[in-house]
């Protein structure tokens, strides 16, 4: 019996020593093709490299909505309406509460400063620019104005409640008076003063007629609705990737969800960490029913 268990706890230790060869081969293994499989793929990106005609390197482009020059960053108020992910306020800008800065839009402050004033849009792929070189023009920008998509207000002044059509340009040292509206495509030339109360068209635009006053409370009505739209685009434009995904998924969920099948039931706003309303076990219907009658009157308000 002694020889027998000898001879097992031989075999055993050669057993061990045959299994712990095997695991450090089979990692020898592993560790060499993947240095073998790594220089081949860096051969290959080398191979790829020289053939470029054009030499590119990948960078992260950092945010451009909010940029500073020479330690001048625009100064924008807390109660904004709106700045689109896509518009860029570079440099001495100020901009009043519930204006907005739509897709694409540029406000360039660099040569000189830029002030908006409150309820005031900027439309999509619009430029607002300063002077230095010509002449010593900033571009201020009053409040309840509407500044078309594609339009160009270049160091000038713009008074309060105006209309800028889509396209339209104002240039250097123009001056636009209050209650005024630029037709689509007009182009104020630089240092022309446009009065209040009046319509401009052409290029170069001049004097069509004078607002009635329907067309004149028009142009607040335009401020009040485009404040409203970017609140709504703001909204939007916070949400995350789950809150988004929550969309979506409510909207499918809607579209295929028969109203006389049951529907999903309203979140409790009292819940915590899914786990119910803290107290709800002891304060439930049946054993306080007065509870239950203040639930329904409180659900009834809702």
Excluded at 15 to 21: D, I, M, N, V, Y
Excluded at 186 to 196: E, F, Q, R
Excluded at 220 to 245: G, M, N, R, T, Y
Aim: charged share 25%; glycine share 8%.
């Amino acid at each position: 019996r002694f020889i027998d268990q000898q001879v097992a706890s031989i075999g055993c230790c050669c057993c061990g020593k045959r299994s712990t060869k095997m695991t450090s081969i089979g990692a020898r293994v592993v560790l060499a093709a993947s240095s073998a499989a790594r220089k081949i793929g860096q051969a290959l990106d080398n191979v790829g490299a020289s053939m470029e005609v054009a030499k590119y390197t990948e960078k992260l482009v950092p945010s451009t909505r909010f940029v500073a020059v020479d330690g001048v960053a625009p100064m924008v108020s807390e109660s904004a309406a709106f700045v689109a992910p896509s518009a860029s306020i570079v440099g001495n800008v100020s901009m009043g509460k519930n204006s907005s800065v739509w897709y694409g839009a540029t406000v360039r402050g660099d040569v000189n400063k830029v002030e908006i004033g409150e309820n005031t849009c900027i439309g999509d792929r619009a430029v607002i620019h300063v002077a230095k070189i010509q002449g010593d023009f900033p571009t201020l920008i009053g409040s309840n104005v509407t500044v078309g998509p594609a339009a160009v207000i270049h160091a000038s002044t713009l008074e309060d409640s105006i209309i800028v059509g889509p396209s339209a340009q104002v240039l250097d040292g123009a001056v636009v008076g209050s209650n005024c509206i630029l037709a689509p495509g007009a182009v104020v030339t630089p240092g022309t003063k446009v009065s209040s109360g009046e319509l401009w068209a052409g290029s170069p635009a001049k004097k069509v007629r004078g607002l009635t006053p329907e067309e004149i409370e028009s142009i607040a009505d335009s401020a009040v609705d485009k404040a409203e739209l970017a609140s709504l685009h703001a909204v939007e434009c916070a949400k995350d990737f789950k809150q988004l995904a929550e969309d979506e998924e409510e909207y499918e969920d809607n579209l295929v969800r028969d109203p006389d099948y049951i529907q999903k039931d309203s979140p409790d706003q009292s819940d915590v960490l899914g786990m119910g309303s803290p107290g709800r076990i002891f304060d439930s219907t049946l054993t306080n029913p007065e509870e239950g009658l203040k639930l329904r009157k409180q659900q009834e308000k809702e």
